[in-house]
T-cell receptor, first 111, second 111 residues
């Protein structure tokens, strides 16, 4: 069974569109995260949710909005996509601040 | 902002050689983790070190946490092509749930 899953794996879209990325974890973890990995492979935290509550919200444009319907899901909605949003987005989960388990990533390409 | 600098950024070696990757910061971390990321996948945790001076071994991989808990190293003995990947260190400060990731070392082991 996949521990942390993301959909879609690849997402190609045009500037100005709105898109969502879904994430689910079946590990029973209490904390979920969204990371952005740029072309230089630098991994930067965007958001963190603990038990459905936002606890980390780094400086990201307000076009990015996370939504956590329950502890096992954390979705990322992006409005008015821009070229600079092109990157690989990773979802991760952990229990009580221990090891983080990452999903396979979503490669977003904005044209 | 706590920065974790990794060196070298890129490393290409022949199978059977030894190598060391470094992770340095001016900040003190309560724990430090090492991850390996393969193309098209998310990072996977290799080890967590929490005590200054701690050394952990994982088969041919040896991880060391600096005495002052500001730096760490990863040594690979007799590297194999399967060791190829992006190696990321990540530090946690105090009781923070947030991980700060290093800049990464891309390792290529040639057969």
């Amino acid at each position: 069974d996949t521990a942390v899953s993301q959909t879609p794996k690849y997402l190609v879209t045009q500037m100005g569109n709105d898109k969502s990325i879904k994430c689910e974890q079946n590990l029973g973890h209490d904390t979920m995260y969204w990371y952005k990995q740029d072309s230089k492979k630098f991994l930067k935290i965007m958001f963190s949710y603990n038990n459905k509550e936002l606890i980390i919200n780094e400086t990201v444009p307000n076009r990015f909005s996370p939504k956590s319907p329950d502890k096992a899901h954390l979705n990322l909605h992006i409005n008015s996509l821009e070229l600079g949003d092109s990157a690989v987005y990773f979802c991760a989960s952990s229990q009580a601040g221990t090891a983080q388990y990452f999903g396979p990533g979503t490669r977003l390409t904005v044209t | 902002t706590q920065l974790l600098e990794q060196s070298p950024q890129f490393l290409s070696i022949q199978e059977g050689e030894n190598l060391t990757v470094y992770c340095n910061s001016s900040s003190v971390f309560s724990s430090l983790q090492w991850y390996r990321q393969e193309p098209g996948e998310g990072p996977v945790l290799l080890v967590t070190v929490v005590t200054g001076g701690e050394v952990k071994k994982l088969k041919r991989l040896t991880f060391q946490f600096g005495d002052a808990r500001k730096d760490s190293s990863l040594h690979i003995t007799a590297a194999q092509p399967g060791d190829t990947g992006l190696y990321l260190c990540a530090g946690r400060s105090g009781s923070a749930r947030q991980l700060t990731f290093g800049s990464g070392t891309q390792l290529t082991v040639l057969p």
